[in-house]
């Protein structure tokens, strides 16, 4: 399965101005699918990191999800910066020309009218909020940084071009296990990831101000294995006659 990534643009993401919503939306829409996201990168509007990375990320051949900074206002500039890092203008589309010629009549003259300007060879993709389209390039795709936009622009991205790249879903179990410290667990875990090497195996601590601690022990995986799997850490889990609940 190829690597799926975000880039998530935007000064105000950076500055704690706006919290961050694309990252859990995104794994909502790719997990029914059986796709998982492999990165994420937040960074903000100023434009030598922006070509940079952009760059980097067209060279490497991903799928990349991009979000935020294509608007028509001086600090959006993410139509611009993927343009330098493929060394090609921006041009005027003609199919989103005629999206926001539809959407605002003559007042799409002449601010937003500039929002149809896409780097050279880029197709559109529809947004069904307001008719104002991100673009697709190189297998990465742009959209605004409104999630009630970006997430039917996504989806229609992933039906459109990627009908085919499913997987059967995947399950997840896990358990809480209260009083634990993980150093306890590790030759135990250590010894899972070998029997199964085909799952996820994850650890996740907690610890509260009044020194209660615990630790969530799960597993993701293809389901059937997963069933088999879990038995082995409550096995382990009985066997220590720890305080144990399951992970909802």
């Given at each position: 399965m190829p690597t799926i990534?975000?880039?998530i643009i935007g000064d105000e993401v950076l500055s704690a101005k706006r919290q961050d919503c694309h990252l859990a939306q995104a794994n909502a829409i790719l997990k029914p699918r059986g796709?998982?996201?492999s990165w994420v990168q937040i960074l903000g509007d100023e434009p030598v990191?922006?070509?940079?990375?952009?760059?980097?990320s067209f060279a490497s051949g991903e799928i990349v999800f991009c979000f935020g900074g294509i608007g028509a206002?001086?600090?959006d500039r993410t139509r611009q910066c993927a343009a330098a890092a493929l060394g090609v203008p921006l041009e005027r589309h003609p199919q989103a020309v005629a999206e926001i010629e539809a959407q605002f009549g003559p007042e799409a003259y002449p601010q937003r009218v500039r929002m149809a300007e896409f780097p050279l060879g880029a197709a559109i993709i529809p947004n069904f909020y307001n008719r104002v389209p991100g673009f697709s390039i190189g297998e990465h795709y742009f959209m605004p940084g409104f999630p009630m936009m970006a997430k039917p622009m996504m989806e229609w991205v992933l039906d459109t071009y990627y009908a085919d790249l499913t997987q059967a879903m995947t399950l997840e179990k896990g358990v809480r296990i209260f009083n634990g410290h993980e150093s306890d667990w590790i030759v135990f875990m250590e010894a899972f990831t070998i029997e199964f090497p085909q799952l996820r195996l994850f650890s996740l601590p907690s610890?509260?101000?009044?020194?209660s601690r615990w630790i969530e022990l799960g597993i993701e995986g293809e389901a059937a294995l997963v069933e088999q799997a879990i038995e082995r850490i409550l096995d382990e889990v009985k066997e220590r006659s720890v305080d144990w609940e399951w992970v909802n």
């Open positions: 990534g975000l880039i796709l998982a996201l990191r922006l070509t940079r990375t952009l760059r980097q206002t001086p600090d610890l509260r101000a009044d020194g």
